[in-house]
T-cell receptor, first 114, second 110 residues
Framework: AQSVTQPDIHITVSEGASLELRCNYS??????LFWYVQSPGQGLQLLLK??????LVQGIKGFEAEFKRSQSSFNLRKPSVHWSDAAEYFC????????????FGAGTILRVKS | DTAVSQTPKYLVTQMGNDKSIKCEQN?????MYWYKQDSKKFLKIMFS???????INETVPNRFSPKSPDKAHLNLHINSLELGDSAVYFC?????????FGPGTRLTVL
């Protein structure tokens, strides 16, 4: 069965510090992987996605993620966090076909201290 | 020029009532979805429609009935609302793999 684990419920980092949000997945085939961000009271915005090819993918807002098949991980990183990055981040995995049902992790709340 | 819009944004109602949430997308996508985000922030898919045809129906009570009058709209009707239906409901659309989510509808059942 598909599952996504985000081990950290909350993370607090200082503004300007680097960030890594962890995501581990369980999936029977080659997964399609996504990171979404949800700001308070807002919908979900796609940060980046991995389908195939280069295992290091770049997204919006300076985020990147690396797919590591051997570790079943797709961790999200940012070299320097800004206060506006404070939000909740969701990792998701899904199959290739249309109408795919994404399976989401429980989310990681990022707090940024100045 | 909102891509995926939902109305209403907030919905407060009494147990036992029937309510609807509307969703519209102007992206020309063929596939639309309803997701439910519970109080613990878990997002789970409820339904998926492709070209007005139901293709995913998770184990959702039959009090929930999606309706897709055309490709651009997927409405969610809920009968006999229960306390446990309180959640944030997200509509989404996709063409291929990339999903675009609406802003969500926060439903509170009293």
């Amino acid at each position: 069965a598909q599952s996504v684990t985000q081990p950290d419920i909350h993370i607090t980092v200082s503004e300007g510090a680097s960030l890594e949000l962890r995501c581990n997945y369980s999936y029977g085939a080659t997964p399609y992987l996504f990171w979404y961000v949800q700001s308070p009271g807002q919908g979900l915005q796609l940060l980046l996605k991995y389908f195939s090819g280069d295992t290091l993918v770049q997204g919006i807002k300076g985020f990147e993620a690396e797919f590591k098949r051997s570790q079943s991980s797709f961790n999200l990183r940012k070299p320097s966090v800004h206060w506006s990055d404070a939000a909740e981040y969701f990792c998701a995995v899904g199959p290739a076909e249309y109408g795919n049902k994404l399976v989401f992790g429980a989310g990681t709340i990022l707090r940024v201290k100045s | 020029d909102t891509a995926v819009s939902q109305t209403p944004k907030y919905l407060v109602t009494q147990m036992g009532n029937d309510k609807s949430i509307k969703c519209e997308q102007n992206l020309g996508h063929d596939t639309m979805y309803w997701y439910k985000q519970d109080s613990k922030k878990f997002l789970k898919i409820m339904f998926s429609y492709n070209n007005k045809e139901l293709i995913i129906n998770e184990t959702v009570p039959n009090r929930f009935s999606p309706k897709s009058p055309d490709k651009a709209h997927l409405n969610l009707h809920i009968n006999s609302l229960e306390l446990g239906d309180s959640a944030v409901y997200f509509c989404a659309s996709s063409s291929g793999q990339e999903k675009y989510f609406g802003p969500g509808t926060r439903l509170t059942v009293l």
